[in-house]
């Protein structure tokens, strides 16, 4: 299969070019600022994804078969402070890339996000849930998925994902990658032990979107997450033990969130999802934590700390 991949230098981007080169497709990846190395690729475009004038003309000349959209300004915090610059690949890129899916007969697969969810309740939230988002990030994901089902209702697939876990090609991104670099710089990782995510890795939702490209039935928003519900903090100090980091070098401190309230205003308590219908139809399974846990890697930028001891 073509694919044209957006965001290929991300957390997801670069896993999606890994598992898509090992089952024998030929992926256009593009990316914006980032020069590294990214296996996997057969092809590689370096172009701003506001200028719609650039993403129509590399459709036309790769003629993908599907369209995988991983770009995105994907830290709340970073959409919060400018949300300008967040607009156009959160929102009006996903919708111009589905029209032009449409045009070409092309399969498009999406990423949206837990946080179109407000995180009140306990129970996990069903794909055909009212969405709430409590920050701009998660509206601009309810946003996206608006546009896309009226752009292209028949050949897109939306994935709403939790916190994800993996190695990033800057080796900066991912919660383990964070964790990391605080500890490197003599910082304390500060933990609500009150916040609950269902992480999943970046490698595990590659194989999915992989298996979305293909399964061209199954179109509309769906659910893809880890088989485990953890606070931030457990999960803090799982990844603490994995790594076998003492707690003098790695520190951890639990807070909640009444401790924190201006932090937890726009951060959702518990964020559990219902993967149900896709958890059924797809050979890809949700991993346990122990199974995340073991594909992650000491981030390059941190060797040198973690190695010292
Ligand atoms: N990470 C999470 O925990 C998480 C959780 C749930 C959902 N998601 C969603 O999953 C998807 C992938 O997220 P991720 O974590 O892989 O993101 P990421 O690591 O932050 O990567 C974002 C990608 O988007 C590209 N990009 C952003 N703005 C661009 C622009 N104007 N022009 C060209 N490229 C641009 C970046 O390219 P350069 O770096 O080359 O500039 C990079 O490849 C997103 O839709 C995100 O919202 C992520």
Known sequence: MRILLTGASGLVGAAFSRAAARHGHAVTGIVGGFAGELPGLLARRTIDLGDEAAITAVVVEVLPDAIVNCAAVSEPALVEQDPARSQAPNVALPTTLARLAKKMKARFVHISSEQAFDGARNAPYAVDGATSPINLYGRQKVASEQAVYHAAAE???????????????????????????????????????????????????????????????????????????????????????????????????????????????????????????????????????AQQLAGLRVPPSSRDWYFAA
């Open 155 to 289: 050949f897109a697939a939306t994935v709403r994902a939790p916190l994800l876990m993996g190695n990033s090609p800057g080796g900066r991104r991912s919660t383990h990658e964070r964790m990391f670099a605080d500890w490197a710089a003599g910082k304390t990782a500060q933990l609500f032990s009150d916040e609950f995510r269902q992480p999943c890795t970046a490698d595990n939702l590659a194989e999915v979107l992989l298996e979305l490209c293909e399964r061209r039935e199954l179109c509309g928003v769906l659910h893809w997450a880890g088989a485990e519900l953890i606070s931030r903090h457990a999960l803090g100090l799982a990844l603490r033990e994995h790594f076998k980091l003492s707690p003098r070098r790695a520190p951890i401190t639990a807070v909640t969130r009444l401790e924190k309230p201006e932090v937890a205003r726009t951060r959702q308590a518990h964020l559990a999802l219902d993967l149900a219908p896709l958890v059924n139809v797809l050979n890809t399974r949700p991993q346990t934590l």
